[in-house]
């Protein structure tokens, strides 16, 4: 996140969209914020600051509702502002810093940025590398569920990619952010629901031990996504939804590997199209939850 504090001066390089700055003085207010409880909130106070001049560096603790932000000698404006909310909050105290303790508070946002550009390449090449093998198993073994979540997978690649995109973008990019990947989760679910309808019309003969086979691969690759992504699914309403979209990629594995059985077991094709269709009803969920991140779900 960027920011700055009272009688700072910017200079022309630029990392990583943070301004290099030479801080002079500054001050650290941490507020005790009661119904700040998930990521959308966290978006919320983000938003509120993204047009306040001098900027402010916000640093936050979700699970014990805490808020501590270095700022200028504007507390008044700063506490206008967090009470605008309505989320309760509260201020703790106040305390002038040193200009080492503001420059650790920008070198750690940088670094946070850093580390989550990391996780999310790694997310996108996992994601994007089983899309372009599940699909092709998909269609060579005839299932429906294999392609569902073949696409699922691409529109967690998507999603990885536009997340990546607001590393170190402002709170309001980052839930645009989020709202695309959702909307493409929607289109997508709709897709997999029409393609379900459409071999339940014209029959299909998927081959169950390749759905098994192929389900037990994207299992373990999404298992690796939600271990990749766990420690940072609370920095913001961008990773938030990475986190909820590899989330429902585990169950839909699982269930595609269930289907396997049972069209092995029972030689017919409906359970194939019946996990087909949950997943597309997973997928809908999945936007929606994405689609409401702001509304504070």
Request: charged letters at 20%; aromatic letters at 6%.
């Amino acid at each position: 996140m960027s920011g700055c504090c009272s009688g700072c001066r910017s200079s022309d390089n630029q990392t990583n969209n943070h301004e290099k700055i030479d801080f002079v003085s500054g001050w650290v207010s941490e507020f005790l914020v009661p119904k700040m409880d998930c990521p959308s909130e966290e978006a919320m106070i983000r938003m509120a600051f993204d047009s306040m001049e001098p900027k402010a560096i916000l640093k936050f603790d979700i699970p014990n509702r805490l808020v501590n932000i270095c700022h200028a000698n504007n507390l008044d404006e700063i506490t206008q502002r967090m009470e605008s909310l309505n989320y309760g909050a509260v201020p703790n105290n106040t305390k002038e810093v040193s200009v080492s303790e503001i420059a650790q508070a920008q070198q750690s946002s940088l670094v946070d940025d850093k580390n989550e550009a990391v996780t999310l390449k790694s997310l996108l090449v996992i994601n994007g590398l089983m899309f372009f093998i599940e699909i092709m198993v998909g269609l060579y073994a005839q299932s429906t569920g294999l392609i569902a979540d073949s696409l699922d997978m691409f529109a967690d690649a998507a999603v990885y990619a536009l997340a990546l995109f607001a590393v170190g973008k402002s709170a309001q990019l980052k839930l645009r952010t989020a709202h695309i990947s959702g909307w493409l989760q929607l289109i997508l679910a709709l897709a997999v629901i029409v393609e379900v309808v459409r071999r339940l019309i014209i029959g299909n003969e998927p081959m169950s031990l390749l759905m098994m086979g192929m389900g037990v691969i994207a299992l373990i690759a999404n298992i690796a996504c939600l271990m990749l992504i766990f420690k940072d699914k609370d920095k913001g309403a961008h990773m938030k939804a990475s986190w909820i979209f590899s989330a429902n990629d585990v169950i839909a594995n699982a269930g595609v590997i269930i289907a396997g059985g049972l069209v092995f077991v029972t030689g017919s094709a409906l359970p194939d199209l019946i996990i087909g269709f949950i997943i597309g009803i997973i997928v809908l969920n999945g936007a929606k939850r994405i689609l409401l991140l702001r509304d504070g779900n």
